[in-house]
């Protein structure tokens, strides 16, 4: 089992950054790739990136592309998530996923972008 806590959500305003952590605990080694989705009111998940643990391989979803970056510090097990210049549209609960033995998700945190 792996275990997932996400942080760092918040209320900002438009333009602003935050960067969400995610925390893995439990069967880590196992993990290869993790990522982040969100979920907007009325509206269904979607990608926002990913990571390769093995090699740091990244990919960002479109519309978050050249404002978002995602990172990884394995000696921690924490997944980053940096959002900058953000938009009202990124607000969205974020949810941290972890795929090894198993996929996993996070509870998910709360970012309330206010124009």
């Known amino acids: 089992q792996v275990q997932l806590v996400e942080s760092g959500g918040g209320l900002v305003q438009a333009g602003d950054s935050l960067r969400l952590s995610c925390a893995a605990s439990g069967r880590t080694f196992s993990i290869y790739f993790m990522g982040w989705f969100r979920q907007a009111p009325g509206k269904e998940r979607e990608f926002v990136a990913h990571i390769t643990t093995g090699d740091g391989a990244t990919r960002v979803a479109d519309p978050v592309k050249g404002r978002f970056a995602i990172s990884r510090d394995n000696a921690k097990n924490t997944l980053y998530l940096q959002m900058n210049n953000l938009k009202p549209e990124d607000t969205a609960v974020y949810y941290c996923?972890?795929?090894?033995?198993?996929?996993?998700w996070g509870q998910g945190t709360q970012v309330t972008v206010s124009s």
């Open positions: 996923t972890a795929s090894g033995d198993g996929d996993y």
